[in-house]
């Protein structure tokens, strides 16, 4: 609750239309993307023991990952923080079944927006893409051009809203 009051806030400093409830948070961007990310983790606590591999650059906890999906909305920050502004979804318990992506497609049947694809970062690793029965070639294709390889993945938010909005996406590491 803290990190999605904190995010909403954020946002209504560098974004003038901002939607929040309980379930999502979303911004309206300048550039014809939306990047998602979700605001709960699989643990109920913070990691007490936290190291930076300066050789690998990744943070990691012997505890578990738990940048499920911290790590997400750590990057998303960043590219506000550089200036960029494309559209932002934060979704809640994303980890109980996609909950606050329901909640966002029962409440818009479209993406409020023009919007050409969406970005989840929600993948472990350094180069894997998930598309969640995407069936758009090309798009994965142009994903792939950048270094991405295509891998498995059960669901994310984008199984939920891609679909309803007709909106290619892709899950990235």
């Not at 109920?44 to 505890?63: C, F, L, M, N, T």
């Not at 497609?105 to 919007?115: A, S, T």
């Amino acid at each position: 609750e803290n990190l999605r009051k904190s995010l909403a806030n954020i946002l209504k400093k560098h974004y003038s239309n901002v939607i929040t409830t309980k379930e999502y948070i979303i911004a309206q961007g300048e550039i014809p993307i939306a990047l998602v990310a979700h605001l709960d983790t699989v643990f109920a606590y913070g990691k007490r023991k936290i190291y930076y591999d300066r050789e690998q650059q990744v943070i990691w906890s012997p505890h578990g990952l738990g940048a499920d999906d911290r790590a997400g909305v750590f990057a998303i920050l960043r590219i506000i923080q550089d200036g960029y502004r494309p559209t932002i979804i934060f979704s809640t318990d994303e980890e109980l079944g996609c909950l606050g992506a329901d909640k966002l497609v029962l409440d818009y049947m479209d993406m409020p927006w023009p919007i050409h694809y969406i970005i989840e970062l929600d993948r472990q690793g350094a180069n894997d893409c998930v598309f969640y029965n995407c069936n758009n070639p090309e798009f994965e294709e142009y994903i792939q051009k950048f270094g991405f390889v295509s891998d498995f993945g059960s669901f994310s938010d984008i199984s939920t809203i891609c679909p309803v909005w007709g909106i290619a996406g892709v899950n990235l590491s």
